[in-house]
């Protein structure tokens, strides 16, 4: 079994920046892919971001590509999605995944059997 704890989430104005915290536990870190979600309510969870189990590889949705970015630190047990230039749009609850069984990245919610409990971010115009 794996914990992850959401932290960073909250109010930012259009342009402005987060930055995402993700804290792990119950597995060995390195082997666990791990990645980002988002959902609003009505909608279905989106996938946002993922990286590999080194910190590697990463990759990102079209909607979010250039303007956030995904990282780890094995030793620390911890991800990162630092969020920039901002929009309404991508107001939204963010949730941390993570698996063992992928062996590189992981896109859909399938692929992921841990999900931390989500934090909020909202975003003005």
């Known amino acids: 079994q794996v914990q992850l704890v959401e932290s960073g989430g909250g109010l930012a104005h259009s342009g402005g920046s987060l930055r995402l915290s993700c804290a792990a536990s119950g597995r060995i870190f390195s082997n666990l892919v791990t990645g980002w979600f988002r959902q609003n309510p009505g909608q279905e969870r989106e996938f946002v971001a993922t990286?590999?189990?080194?910190?590697?590889?990463?990759d990102y949705a079209d909607s979010v590509k250039g303007r956030f970015t995904i990282s780890r630190d094995n030793a620390k047990n911890m991800v990162w999605l630092q969020m920039n230039s901002l929009k309404p749009e991508d107001t939204a609850v963010y949730y941390c995944?993570?698996?063992?069984?992928?062996?590189?990245?992981?896109?859909?919610?399938?692929?992921?059997?841990?999900w931390g409990q989500g934090t909020q971010v909202t975003v003005s115009s």
């Open positions: 990286i590999n189990r080194s910190g590697g590889s990463t």
């Open positions: 995944v993570a698996d063992s069984e992928l062996l590189q990245l992981g896109y859909s919610r399938e692929d992921f059997r841990f």
